[in-house]
């Protein structure tokens, strides 16, 4: 292959079924090229640099993600490309993907220590957020036989979500300038504030409800993993008061890597797990008590 890259290369596929090279950089660029010829077919350009890639054989779709925290779906074609859209998540910079072919579900991690589900395939723009991380997450596998998610992050961090469950989108966080509960004025409504000669209050968000509320309306935590919630976040007092204690039965279990894990790639037919990371260190694991079973159970390493 003739073609030199400028800058690092942050991903790269190779497809068979195209005779195609994809790859991502640091120039902020994904390119593809013929692996007969060793010719450049088509390059894009990005704001920001290009940090992983994702590549659909059949349909010719690249996923991208990059560090504004956005993932572009490009149609490639061989000697030029369409945008098809724009997914716009993350507020981190997006550190991995993976694709399901099967069920058309994306999968992606970020720096926000968050991963989400799209759903591509039903077109209706549903996502599904899953927080359970507390580091930037690095490496994702969908095990598509038993509709589990594996995600990895930097600190070492090992998630097994249960994705073959009911589960609900999150709400959008609404705007308002006093609270949507008690009517109390956020600091920054001066006008109110003024005419009820009250201090204003700090904003935050109920996390199952998403309307805009103080801290006195939201002095309470809670689980909800049906949400993706499975450590407890703010809930307003309303919304606690309507989950149950089977609304916080978990659907996925953590597990400790106890190294800085930057890459990670399955074997599912033997359950066997490989990590690696900046420690220099390679790490070879039983998966033998997850695959197979609709929720992972446990990890021990060989």
């Not at 997006?94 to 994306?106: F, T």
Request: glycine share 8%.
């Amino acid at each position: 292959l003739n073609f030199l890259p400028l800058n690092r290369v942050s991903d790269m596929v190779f497809s068979l079924e195209s005779e195609w090279v994809v790859s991502t950089g640091h120039d902020k660029s994904v390119s593809w090229m013929c692996t007969q010829s060793g010719s450049m077919l088509g390059r894009h350009y990005f704001n920001a640099w290009a940090s992983c890639l994702q590549y659909d054989h059949e349909t010719q779709h690249a996923f991208v993600g990059d560090y504004s925290g956005q993932i572009t779906l490009l149609k490639l074609e061989k000697q030029t490309y369409s945008t098809i859209t724009t997914l716009k998540g993350h507020e981190g910079s997006v550190g991995a993907l993976w694709w399901d072919p099967v069920q058309r579900l994306l999968f992606s991690g970020a720096s926000d220590h968050s991963v989400i589900m799209w759903d591509i395939g039903g077109r209706k723009g549903r996502t599904l957020l899953l927080q359970g991380h507390h580091e930037r997450v690095q490496a994702l596998r969908y095990l598509q036989l038993t509709r589990q998610l594996v995600s990895c992050s930097a600190d070492g961090g090992i998630a097994v979500w249960n994705m073959d469950t009911q589960r609900e989108e999150a709400p959008q966080w609404l705007d308002s300038d006093s609270c949507q509960k008690c009517e109390q004025p956020f600091f920054w409504n001066i006008k109110q504030m003024w005419d009820t000669k009250t201090l204003g209050l700090r904003q935050h968000h109920c996390r199952k409800c998403g309307k805009a509320v103080c801290g006195k309306c939201s002095s309470k935590r809670s689980t909800f993993p049906v949400m993706g919630f499975e450590f407890p976040v703010r809930v307003c007092d309303a919304c606690f008061d309507t989950i149950k204690e089977e609304d916080r039965t978990p659907l996925a279990t953590f597990h400790e890597g106890k190294h800085n894990i930057a890459h990670m790639d399955m074997d599912p037919s033997r359950g066997l797990m490989v990590t690696c990371g900046s420690d220099r260190i390679v790490k070879i694991w039983d998966m033998t008590q997850v695959v197979g079973c609709s929720l992972a159970t446990g990890f021990s390493p060989r």
